[in-house]
């Protein structure tokens, strides 16, 4: 017998951003989710992992938050975004959120990883308009050493995602030494490029703005020495995913020395 969804979800809600501007179309009202089966060597918000990491909240009380936000929302063309963390460890909680933003005629969108695809419903992803596809490498070895949890159960959600034809976002963290093997991106350059539902990739260069939270949790950074990407590299990069007609924004050729 299957299990009625509870009323009102209670949640582990790490923190909310009011108006974000990366986070899909327009400004955002982001909530991060705590709780995460990866375990990234440059997570930036290493402090997200646990659900216990996070605010017990209820849905309601989380929407009743947002209709504030709502006349804002709409004229700057944005909406609702949860984030994480990863929103899938909490599919309840995630599913009444994206409902109610759904009755307060926002647009709605899912961060994810994709790798507990069996998490998510299709009752949940019929509310998403859409989604947020982060994945982390395109080899089995890479992905492990960089996540901890292998590529294949992402893959496969992102071919569900295809069948569905939901809107995704493709996005890509680029971190030298790392994420930069150009025949791994070119892999996953023609896996995007075959899916057919990819609308843009987003290559982000790496960062340490959440290398202090490491330290906070005297937890080893392993990226402590790791420099972001050259701008050289990222128009590369950028380069090989739109030679198969991907859509992919950022700079495409270098600034002209002045």
Request: net charge positive; hydrophobic share 40%.
């Amino acid at each position: 017998m299957s299990r009625q969804p509870l009323v009102d979800p209670v949640g582990r809600v790490h923190s909310i951003e009011t108006a974000g501007t990366s986070d899909g179309p327009g400004v955002r009202f982001v909530v991060f989710l705590s709780g995460c089966p990866l375990r990234c060597v440059y997570c930036h918000n290493p402090d997200s992992q646990h659900l216990a990491d996070g605010k017990k909240r209820t849905a309601s009380d989380v929407l009743a938050e947002l209709r504030k936000y709502v006349p804002m929302l709409r004229a700057a063309k944005g909406g609702l975004t949860i984030s994480g963390g990863e929103p899938l460890v909490q599919p309840e909680f995630t599913l009444a959120l994206l409902k109610g933003a759904r009755k307060l005629g926002l647009h709605t969108a899912l961060d994810t990883s994709g790798f507990l695809n069996a998490n998510a419903s299709e009752e949940l992803l019929d509310a998403v308009d859409l989604v947020l596809l982060d994945i982390k490498a395109f080899s089995e070895e890479t992905h492990r050493k960089l996540t901890r949890v292998p590529l294949a159960p992402i893959l496969d959600f992102a071919r569900r995602l295809a069948a569905r034809k939901q809107r995704v976002w493709l996005r890509y963290v680029l971190v030298p030494g790392w994420t930069d093997k150009l025949e791994e991106i070119d892999g996953l350059a023609a896996f995007a490029a075959s899916l057919g539902n990819i609308e843009r990739v987003d290559v982000l260069p790496f960062h340490k703005l959440g290398e202090w939270k490491w330290e906070k949790l005297k937890r080893p950074y392993l990226l402590r020495d790791t420099q972001p990407p050259s701008l050289k590299l990222q128009i590369e990069v950028r380069r090989r995913f739109r030679k198969l007609g991907l859509n992919t924004p950022g700079t495409r050729h270098p600034p002209k020395a002045t």
